[in-house]
């Protein structure tokens, strides 16, 4: 994947955690992959932070909004018109959980959950209308394990005209690859029958790093829990892991081009 820097009309364009503890967070991430965090002192923001490196914005860490909120990673898909792409998003199947709003002068945002349950933003610029991606350190894929995904494929192809296609994955699976223009941008899955019954459907982040190994082992030792530990795929090698807080991310290498 190309380094990219710029807000993308139907592609993942933002990335950000809401957790339980925002301080604890900024340092485990910084120490991880050396993000500069920048917390907004405007009181608009409560407290989000803008992780940079160098100068170079690459996700947003805020605390959550209330105590019922789960501490996770979301997803934002780049829009031009995000009341215009919420009505879509009905008409589809999906459910608009909260609806377009503005976020002080940096641009207007929605929170939408697909037919399968999983839970996504989009994002519609104006100030903050950055966003790197495709390097070390930061945003590389993101990926949904769905409960009925054959259901989730046809809404993000309708809703957002990205295409995709399959191939084995596992014991009698398939994987399924989202793309947009050509460019393979997520990836989804059927969940696993033996998850726990209360497991929604949920896209994970991950972020590039030069070395899984490495980088899961430094996660660890900052206070990380292992969930998937490193292992090869077949386009280069990946683990997951949750941050002390209990928001989950992976991790992922793959050869360069």
């Known amino acids: 994947m190309a380094q990219t820097i ?3 009309t139907n592609r993942p364009a933002w990335v950000d955690l809401s957790t339980s503890d925002a301080p604890a967070a900024r340092d485990f991430y910084s120490k991880l992959f050396g993000w500069q965090l920048e917390v907004s002192e405007d009181p608009q923001y409560g407290g989000y932070a803008t992780a940079k490196l160098a100068d170079s914005s690459v996700s947003g860490i805020g605390p959550r909004q209330s105590d019922d909120a789960p501490t996770a990673w979301s997803m934002y ?10 009505k879509k998003v009905q008409a589809n199947g999906g459910t608009v959980a909260a609806p377009p709003f503005d976020v002080g002068d940096q641009g207007r945002m929605a929170v939408f959950q697909d037919p399968t349950g999983a839970f996504f933003s989009a994002w519609q610029p104006a100030g903050m209308n950055q966003f790197v991606s495709g390097r070390p350190n930061a945003f590389g894929w993101a990926e949904l394990s769905a409960r009925g995904v054959d259901r989730a494929i046809p809404f993000y192809e309708t809703t957002f005209g990205w295409t995709h296609s399959t191939s084995p994955f596992g014991e009698g699976q398939e994987y399924t690859s989202f793309a947009i223009d050509g460019e393979d941008i997520a990836g989804a899955f059927e969940m696993d ?6 497991v929604p ?3 994970t982040i991950y972020f590039l790093t030069d070395d899984v190994d490495a980088t899961f082992r430094r996660a660890i030792e900052l206070g990380g829990r292992e969930m998937v530990a490193p292992q090869d ?18 991790l992922m290498v793959v050869p360069q081009r």
């Open 77 to 86: 898909i780049g829009t031009d018109d995000v009341d215009a792409l919420a």
């Open 233 to 250: 795929f077949p386009g280069g090698r990946f683990a997951i892991v949750s941050d002390p807080q209990g928001a989950a991310f992976g």
């Open 6 to 8: 710029t807000a993308l």
């Open 193 to 198: 029958p033996k998850t726990p019954a209360e």
């Open 201 to 203: 459907s949920y896209w």
